[in-house]
C-alpha cells in the first residue's frame, strides 16, 4: 500500500488536511498498529485497511479498495459484515463483538474481536465507519482446551486471588464441597475451609509465595456441615496481582482407610504380624518371630537376602511397578501380594511397606509388615456368594436373578431369541411348615431347589424369592412348547414324595408362565406378568400350569378396580347382610340364623361374596368389614327380639385375620353390650385352618370370648389339618358339617361315612352339628333321622334372604 493510497484514503475523510506529510504519518501510524484498521463508507465499502488487516483478513487493500469484499469472502460471511455495519450506524455508538472470518489466503476459518465505531456528517447523516478487529483464534482455542481439561479432570480445580476469593471453579469442584456454581464464586477460601490448624494453611500459602508451589494435606467443610480430607496442590501465577492455580482431590475416603489400616497394622504388630526390616539396597537385616512363623524361614535364612525369595511368581508385575513407584514418590505402599512359604505352598498376604529417612531426608530403610489372609480371601469369597445365592438352597436370590435376566433378555434381544419366566409357588407349604416345624420345612426347600435344577440346563436361571417361591428363567427357547415340556417336567418332580426328618410329604406347584417377548420385553413387565399367571394356575385348583394370557392382565385389573369400589363400598355404606335360616332337626322350628354379608354395587348390583371376599383378605378391608358385619348382625337379632321374636341365635363369620386382631375381643364385648344381647344369642364361626395357625393363642382368645357368652363353631369341619389334640382344647359348642360332604351323601359312600363319624364324634365330644348344604329331602333323612344331626341349613329350608323377607316364611310376622 502507497502513500498515495493512504493520501487519497485521506481525501474522502473529514480531516483538516491530507498533504503529503499528514498521509505519510497517519500511515506510519496506522501500519505500525498490531491490531487490524480499516474504515468503511456509508455503503460498507472498504475505504482504509492497515497492513495488519490485509494479513488477517488475507487480502490485499488494492483488491478490496471501494468493493463490500464480496469477490474474497463467502456471500453469508459479507451479508452478515453488511448488517452489521447497519446496526452499529443504527446503534449510533462503538459495538464490539466476536465473529467468525475466514482468511480468504489462507482458506482458514479464524474467530475476531471486532470494534466498529460510527461517524456522522454535521447533518447527522452516516459518513464512515472505524473498525478495528483483534485475531483471537489461539485465545479461543486455548479457552476449550482450558475448559476441556478443566471439565474431564477428576480433581477439583479453583482459581483464587490474593485475597482467597473464588475467581473459577470446575464442576468437579463445587460438586465437591455442596455448593452451586454460583454460590462457590461468591465465597472465599475461609468459608470452606476447616482446618484444625489455620496457621498451617497459611505456612503452606507462605511457602508458595515463595516456592511457587506446594502440595499438602487439609481439611474442607462440605456445605452439609461433612467434613472432607483433601488433598491440595497449589501454584502461583504472578499475573493480574497474583493468582493461585489449585488442584484439589477429596481423599476422605482415602484417609479414612488408611486411619483403619493403621489400626489394623497396630493389632496386627500386637498379635503376631510378620515384620520385616531391610536396608536402603532392599536387603534384609532383621525379622520377626512371626515372620519365621508365616514362612517357615528363619532369620539366619533370610538375612542379607532379598525379600524376592519370597515371591511366587503368582503377583503381576504391575503390582510391583506400582509399588516401587509410590514408595519412591511416597515412601509408603500397601497391597495384596502372593508370596511361597519355605515348604512350596503359594498364599496371600497383605504387605504394607514404608520408606525410613534420616534427619536429612536420605533413605535409611524398608520397614515391611505383612499378614496371612487367606481366610479372609475365603471369607470374602463366600460373602460374595451369599450377596448372590440363596442361604438356604445355594440358588441365585432375587438381586442376581434381576442381574442375570437383564442380561438374558440382552442376548435374546439380538439373537432375536424367546426367554420363558416361570413363577413356581408350592401348594400347601405353609401347612407343612405349621404342622411339622421349619427345619423339615426347610429341608423340603432344599430338595424342591435340586429337582429344579435337576430339570433345566446349566444355562437355565434357578432362583428362590423367597419362602416357597421360586423362579425359572429358559433362555434360548425356539417355541412356546420348550416351556410346556419343561413346565410338565416340574410338576411332575415336584409331584413326587419327599422324605425329610423321617417324614414322608407331598407337594405339588402352581406355575405360571410369561413369555419374552410376547408378554412383555423388560424384566419387571414379564416378572408380574408371571407372577399373575402363577395366581392363576392357582386359582384353576393348584398343581399346573398356566400361561399369562390378555384376558388374564384384563382381570388384574378388574380386580384393581374392585379394590378401590370396595373401599368406597365400606364408606358409603353399600354392604348389607342376608340371613340363611338354620332350623332344628326333626321339628324344622326356626333356631337361628348365619349373617352372610353381600354388596350391593351401584352399578354392578349385587357383588357375589367370592368376588369380594378374597381382595377384602387381601387387601386388610376384611378387618373393617368384619367389625361392620359383627355390629349390624347384632342390631338386627336386637331388633328382632324389640318385635317380639324370641329363641333365636345369629351365627357370624369370623376371620383368620380377624381371630389374629388384638382388637376383636374388645369389639365383641362392646357389641354384645351396645345391643343388650345374652349368652348364647350370638355365635362366631371359625375355620378349623385359622383356629389351628396358631393353636396356642386361638385357644386363649376363644376361651376369653367364651367367657362373654359367646358361642363358638368350627366352621367347614373336615377341610383342613385339625389337630384332635388341640381340637378337643377349644372351647366350642358347634361344629359345622362342610357342605362338600354333605352335597354327595346319597351317591358317595365315603362322603356319607365322613358325615357320619363325624356326627358320632362331635356328639362324643359333647358337641352339637350343624350340617350345611341341605337341598334334599333324603340328605335331610340321612342327617337327622338316621344319625341325629342336630341342627340343619341349605336351600331345602330357605336361601339367604334379607331380613325383612326372612321371619315370614316361618309364619313369624315380626320384623324389623
Keep these: 500500500m502507497t502513500v498515495d493510497d493512504y493520501k487519497n484514503a485521506t481525501d474522502s475523510l473529514p480531516a483538516d488536511s491530507s498533504g503529503d506529510f499528514l498521509a505519510q504519518t497517519f500511515k506510519e501510524i496506522v501500519d505500525s498498529m498490531p491490531a487490524a484498521l480499516f474504515v468503511k463508507d456509508a455503503d460498507s465499502r472498504i475505504v482504509l485497511m492497515n497492513r495488519a488487516c490485509e494479513e488477517q483478513w488475507g487480502v490485499r487493500f488494492e483488491d478490496l479498495r471501494g ?192 486411619a483403619q489400616l493403621s489400626l489394623y497394622a497396630s493389632v496386627f504388630h500386637h498379635s503376631g504380624e510378620g515384620i520385616v526390616i531391610t536396608d536402603a539396597e532392599n536387603r534384609i537385616i532383621s525379622v520377626n518371630d512371626s515372620f519365621t512363623r508365616l514362612t517357615g524361614y528363619t532369620p539366619d535364612e533370610v538375612r542379607g537376602r532379598n525379600p524376592r525369595i519370597l515371591a511366587s511368581g503368582r503377583t503381576p508385575c504391575e503390582t510391583y511397578q506400582a509399588m516401587w513407584t509410590a ?19 503359594v498364599y496371600p498376604k497383605w504387605l504394607s511397606i514404608t520408606v525410613m529417612r534420616n534427619a536429612a531426608g536420605a533413605l535409611t530403610h524398608y520397614i515391611a509388615s505383612f499378614t496371612d489372609i487367606s481366610e479372609r480371601k475365603a471369607a470374602e469369597e463366600r460373602i460374595s456368594r451369599l450377596a448372590h445365592h440363596d442361604a438356604l438352597t445355594g440358588l441365585y436370590n432375587r438381586f442376581s436373578l434381576q442381574d442375570r435376566l437383564g442380561q438374558t433378555l440382552l442376548t435374546a434381544r439380538r439373537e432375536r431369541e424367546q426367554v420363558a419366566i416361570m413363577f413356581i409357588d408350592l401348594d400347601h407349604f405353609k401347612n407343612i411348615n405349621d404342622t411339622l416345624g421349619h427345619h423339615v420345612g426347610d429341608g423340603l426347600l432344599v430338595e424342591v431347589a435340586r429337582r429344579l435344577l435337576s430339570s433345566v440346563r446349566e444355562s437355565d436361571i434357578v432362583a428362590r424369592l423367597g ?260 381340637l378337643k382344647r377349644l372351647p366350642i359348642q358347634v361344629l359345622k358339617l362342610d357342605r362338600s360332604f354333605v352335597s354327595d351323601i346319597e351317591s358317595d359312600e365315603d362322603d356319607a361315612a365322613i358325615c357320619a363319624a363325624t356326627i358320632a364324634l362331635a356328639h362324643t365330644l359333647g358337641l352339637k352339628v350343624v350340617a350345611e348344604g341341605v337341598e334334599t329331602k333324603a340328605q335331610e333323612y340321612f342327617l337327622s333321622t338316621v344319625h341325629r344331626c342336630d341342627i340343619l341349613q341349605g336351600y331345602l329350608f330357605g336361601k339367604p334372604v334379607p331380613a325383612l323377607e326372612l321371619l315370614p316364611r316361618f309364619g313369624i310376622l315380626a320384623a324389623a
Design 67 to 258: 468493493t463490500d469484499a464480496s469477490r474474497f469472502f463467502p456471500p453469508e460471511q459479507v451479508a452478515q459484515f453488511i448488517a452489521t455495519d447497519r446496526a452499529v450506524f443504527a446503534a449510533g455508538h462503538q459495538v464490539d463483538y466476536e465473529v467468525n472470518f475466514r482468511n480468504a489466503k489462507l482458506a482458514e476459518d479464524r474467530i475476531g474481536h471486532t470494534f466498529k465505531k460510527p461517524l456522522y456528517d454535521a447533518g447527522g447523516k452516516p459518513l464512515c465507519l472505524i473498525g478495528a478487529s483483534f485475531d483471537i483464534t489461539e485465545r479461543k482455542r486455548s479457552e476449550m482446551e482450558y475448559r476441556a481439561i478443566l471439565k474431564t479432570t477428576l480433581d477439583g480445580f479453583w482459581v483464587n486471588d490474593m485475597q482467597g476469593r473464588f475467581l473459577d471453579v470446575n464442576d468437579v469442584a463445587y460438586h465437591m464441597l455442596g455448593y452451586e456454581r454460583e454460590e462457590l464464586l461468591a465465597m472465599s477460601i475461609p468459608d470452606v475451609e476447616a482446618a484444625e490448624k489455620p496457621e498451617d494453611t497459611r505456612a503452606h500459602i507462605e511457602k508458595v509465595l515463595a516456592t511457587g508451589y506446594d502440595r499438602f494435606e487439609t481439611r474442607h467443610r462440605h456445605k452439609d456441615g461433612r467434613i472432607l480430607d483433601v488433598e491440595v496442590t497449589v501454584n502461583y501465577l504472578p499475573v493480574a496481582g497474583g493468582r493461585l492455580i489449585v488442584f484439589v482431590r477429596d481423599i476422605t475416603a482415602r484417609s479414612q482407610a488408611e
Design 327 to 345: 514408595l519412591n514418590s511416597d515412601g509408603y505402599w500397601q497391597g495384596e501380594v502372593w508370596e511361597r512359604r519355605k515348604d512350596g505352598h
Design 467 to 726: 419362602g416357597d417361591e421360586f423362579v425359572v428363567v429358559l433362555a434360548g427357547m425356539e417355541a412356546d412348547s420348550d416351556a410346556v415340556t419343561v413346565a410338565g417336567k416340574i410338576i411332575h418332580v415336584l409331584g413326587e414324595p419327599y422324605h425329610i426328618d423321617g417324614h414322608e410329604l407331598h407337594s405339588s406347584p402352581s406355575i405360571g408362565i410369561g413369555l419374552y417377548p410376547g408378554d412383555g420385553t423388560d424384566e419387571q413387565t414379564l416378572m408380574k406378568n408371571a407372577d399373575t399367571a402363577m395366581y392363576h394356575a392357582k386359582a384353576q385348583g393348584r398343581n399346573n400350569y398356566q400361561f399369562f394370557t390378555a384376558a388374564m392382565n384384563a382381570a388384574a385389573t378388574q380386580r384393581m378396580k374392585l379394590e378401590h369400589d370396595l373401599r368406597r363400598a365400606l364408606a358409603e355404606g353399600q354392604m348389607l347382610l342376608f340371613y340363611q335360616p338354620q332350623v332344628e332337626a326333626g321339628s324344622g322350628r326356626l333356631c337361628g340364623v348365619e349373617a352372610l354379608v353381600r354388596w350391593r354395587h351401584p352399578e354392578r348390583g349385587l357383588v357375589p361374596p367370592d368376588d369380594f371376599i378374597p381382595i377384602a383378605e387381601e387387601t386388610g378391608l376384611i378387618l373393617p368389614l368384619g367389625e361392620w358385619v359383627l355390629n349390624e348382625a347384632c342390631r338386627q337379632l336386637a331388633a328382632w327380639k324389640a318385635h317380639g321374636v324370641a329363641g333365636l341365635h345369629v351365627a357370624i363369620n369370623i376371620s383368620a385375620q380377624q381371630l389374629r386382631s388384638p382388637d376383636l375381643l374388645e369389639q365383641v364385648r362392646t357389641a354384645l353390650d351396645r345391643h343388650d344381647l345374652v349368652a348364647g344369642e350370638v355365635e362366631l364361626e371359625i375355620t378349623e385352618s385359622a383356629a389351628m395357625d396358631d393353636p396356642e393363642r386361638a385357644i386363649a382368645l376363644l376361651q376369653s370370648l367364651s367367657a362373654l357368652g359367646v358361642k363358638l363353631a368350627i366352621d367347614d369341619f373336615g377341610t383342613g389339618y385339625s389337630s384332635l389334640a388341640y
